[in-house]
Every structure is written in C-alpha cells, then in structure tokens.
T-cell receptor
Framework: AQSVTQLDSHVSVSEGTPVLLRCNYSSSYSPSLFWYVQHPNKGLQLLLKYTSAATLVKGINGFEAEFKKSETSFHLTKPSAHMSDAAEYFCVVSERGSGTYKYIFGTGTRLKVLA | GAVVSQHPSRVICKSGTSVKIECRSLDFQATTMFWYRQFPKQSLMLMATSNEGSKATYEQGVEKDKFLINHASLTLSTLTVTSAHPEDSSFYIC??????????????FGPGTRLTVL
C-alpha cells in the first residue's frame, strides 16, 4: 500500500525567504504525486502534479516540486514567501484501487509567514 | 476550468434532522466524485466514492445508512446526513474527477460545507 509522510506539521518562515515543505512517499510503482493548498475554511486548490513527464514540476503561485525517486521524496519549494502563502499544504499520492484512483493524503503542513 | 461547487457552504441543524449537501462540477462532467470529512486541524478522510448511475463505495467504518450518497447525473452528487447528531458536526468536502480531458487520477475539490449539529 502507498503512503505519504509530511515531515513537518508546522513551518514558519519570514516573508521574502525561501519555503521548503517536505514530503516522502512509499509506492510499489511509479506514483502520481500532488501538492494541494488549503486556506482556512476553504476547499483544496491544486498547486502542482507529478506524473513522470519531468522530475521538476512547476506549479501556480511560484511553487515547484522535485520528484526524487532515489530519495522517495517530493518536496515543495518556493524562492520567496508571501504573506498570502500562509495556509495548510497537503502532499498526496494517487493510488489505483477498486477500479478508480483514490488519494492518499499526508497529514498536512501548516505554513506560517512572518512579516 | 475544473470548478467544483458545494451548497450550502454552512449549515446549522437540530439533532435528529437530515441535511443534504450538493456537489456540482460546473464546467466538466464527472463520472466519479468523492466525499471527504475533515476534522479541525486534521487531514481529509475519504468517506465514499460516488459513481454516476451506480451505488457509492463506502470506506471501512463509514455507515452507508447514515451518509446517503446519490450521483444521479454527471455533474451532481449529493450527500445526505440522516438523523444528524452533534458528533456528525464537521467540514465535509467533495471532489470530482473529470470523465474526459483531464488525467484520470486528478481530483478537483469543492470549497467545503461546514455542518454544525446542535
């Protein structure tokens, strides 16, 4: 079975400094991996997605993530944090089962951006 | 593109009543929709997979008679919480997977419905 581990439950950065949100996965085959962002009391917005086309994936709002198979990692980065980036971030792996694809969610990382 | 709406966004009801939540894919057709539940400061928990024209598939531990799911069209799925009790209070989020065009493994999420049972 596949699983996702988000290594940090909380991350705090100063505005304008880099962001790193860590995610490791376990999978028996080439997975599809996603990062979603959730602002308070809102649904989830897709930031980016990896599906084996390219290991470095660029997403919306300046975020990107690099798939490293040897490290089974899919860390999310952004060069310069903005106050509006403060939110909950979920790393997700897609698993096929019972005829459809299901999501396996990480436990989430809450990003705090300090002025 | 790929917009999913939910209605209502917030509902307060009395214990023992039933509440219906609608999930709509606005600009795409979705053969498959998913219903999740999210407790405060926690991750999403998959409750069930809703397939258009057939019965929903419930995850282990989710009461199918308690949480009724209907997926009558390619753009609408409903979740009815029957005989709601305070412990059913939660944030319910739906997602939809495009039938065509999008990748088979990508889900687009609605904004969520906050249910409070008094």
């Amino acid at each position: 079975a596949q699983s996702v581990t988000q290594l940090d439950s909380h991350v705090s950065v100063s505005e304008g400094t880099p962001v790193l949100l860590r995610c490791n996965y376990s999978s028996s085959y080439s997975p599809s991996l996603f990062w979603y962002v959730q602002h308070p009391n809102k649904g989830l917005q897709l930031l980016l997605k990896y599906t084996s086309a390219a290991t470095l994936v660029k997403g919306i709002n300046g975020f990107e993530a690099e798939f490293k198979k040897s490290e089974t990692s899919f860390h999310l980065t952004k060069p310069s944090a903005h106050m509006s980036d403060a939110a909950e971030y979920f790393c997700v792996v897609s698993e096929r089962g019972s005829g459809t694809y299901k999501y396996i969610f990480g436990t989430g990382t809450r990003l705090k951006v300090l002025a | 593109g790929a917009v999913v709406s939910q209605h209502p966004s917030r509902v307060i009801c009395k214990s023992g009543t039933s509440v219906k939540i609608e999930c709509r894919s606005l600009d795409f057709q979705a053969t498959t929709m998913f219903w999740y539940r999210q407790f405060p400061k926690q991750s999403l928990m998959l409750m069930a997979t809703s397939n258009e024209g057939s019965k929903a598939t419930y995850e282990q531990g989710v009461e199918k008679d308690k949480f009724l799911i209907n997926h009558a069209s390619l753009t609408l799925s409903t979740l009815t919480v029957t005989s709601a009790h305070p412990e059913d209070s939660s944030f319910y989020i739906c997602s939809a997977r495009p039938s065509l065009g999008g990748a088979a493994d990508t889900q687009y999420f609605g904004p969520g419905t906050r249910l409070t049972v008094l």
